[in-house]
T-cell receptor, first 119, second 110 residues
Framework: EAQVTQNPRYLITVTGKKLTVTCSQNMNHEYMSWYRQDPGLGLRQIYYSMNVEVTDKGDVPEGYKVSRKEKRNFPLILESPSPNQTSLYFC??????????????????FGPGTRLTVL | SQQGEEDPQALSIQEGENATMNCSYKTSINNLQWYRQNSGRGLVHLILIRSNEREKHSGRLRVTLDTSKKSSSLLITASRAADTASYFCAVCPGFQKLVFGTGTRLLVSP
C-alpha cells in the first residue's frame, strides 16, 4: 500500500530534550515536506526536500532541523524543543512530473500526523 | 502573504444540499489544490487545477479557477454526512512553495 508513515503519532516531552520524528514514504517520491498545523493558522511549511541531500527552509524553520540521506526518509529533528513547538506535525511527499520545472509542488500525500506537546 | 484564504470559515448544511467553498489568493500561481481533513487526521488530496485550466471535476466535486479574480471555488454536490470535514486550498505560486489557507469547516447534518 502506497503510504507515508510517521512515528511517533503522539509525543509528550519536556523543554530542551532532543527528539526526532521519523517520516518514510514508499512511493519513490522526489519531494518531501514537513508542515505544522496550529489552530487558526492552517498548515505552515517547516522544511522541504527536492531530492537526496537537498533540503531547504520553508516558512517556519526556526528550531527545526531535517536531513535527507535516503530518498524514502525525511526525519524532523527538534534539538531543543520549546513549548511554542507544541503542534500537530505532518510529513508529506509528492512526485515530480516528467518535464516539469523543478520545485513545482503537485498532489501531496500526507502522513497521519504527529501530535507533539512540549511541557 | 501569498496564503490562500477560504471563505466561509464554517458552513453548516443538510444532507443532499450542495456546499460551496471559496479560496482567494494574492499572486500568480502555477496550480491550486484542494484538500480534505477529517478531525486531526492527515490531509487527503481532492483536486489539482493548473493555472491554464478553468474547471475540473472529480465525482461529486467541481473546482473552478478564475485567475483574473485570483479565486477558486470547490463545489460538493449532493452532500453526505461523510463529507463533514475541513477543506483547505493550497496555492503553488511557483518555485518551491505551496501555501495552505486556514480552511473551511463543513458540517453536513443527516
Amino acid at each position: 500500500e502506497a503510504q507515508v508513515t510517521q512515528n511517533p503519532r503522539y509525543l509528550i516531552t519536556v523543554t530542551g530534550k532532543k527528539l526526532t520524528v521519523t517520516c518514510s514514504q514508499n512511493m519513490n517520491h522526489e519531494y518531501m515536506s514537513w508542515y505544522r498545523q496550529d489552530p487558526g493558522l492552517g498548515l505552515r511549511q517547516i522544511y522541504y526536500s527536492m531530492n537526496v541531500e537537498v533540503t531547504d527552509k520553508g516558512d517556519v524553520p526556526e528550531g527545526y532541523k531535517v536531513s535527507r540521506k535516503e530518498k524514502r526518509n525525511f526525519p524532523l529533528i527538534l534539538e531543543s524543543p520549546s513549548p511554542n513547538q507544541t503542534s500537530l506535525y505532518f510529513c508529506a511527499s509528492s512526485f515530480r512530473l516528467a518535464g516539469e520545472l523543478l520545485g513545482m509542488f503537485n498532489e501531496q500525500f500526507f502522513g497521519p500526523g504527529t501530535r507533539l506537546t512540549v511541557l | 502573504s501569498q496564503q490562500g484564504e477560504e471563505d466561509p470559515q464554517a458552513l453548516s448544511i443538510q444532507e443532499g444540499e450542495n456546499a460551496t467553498m471559496n479560496c482567494s489568493y494574492k499572486t500568480s500561481i502555477n496550480n491550486l489544490q484542494w484538500y480534505r481533513q477529517n478531525s486531526g487526521r492527515g490531509l487527503v488530496h481532492l483536486i489539482l487545477i493548473r493555472s491554464n485550466e478553468r474547471e475540473k471535476h472529480s465525482g461529486r466535486l467541481r473546482v473552478t479557477l478564475d485567475t483574473s479574480k485570483k479565486s477558486s471555488s470547490l463545489l460538493i454536490t449532493a452532500s453526505r454526512a461523510a463529507d463533514t470535514a475541513s477543506y483547505f486550498c493550497a496555492v503553488c505560486p511557483g518555485f518551491q512553495k505551496l501555501v495552505f489557507g486556514t480552511g473551511t469547516r463543513l458540517l453536513v447534518s443527516p
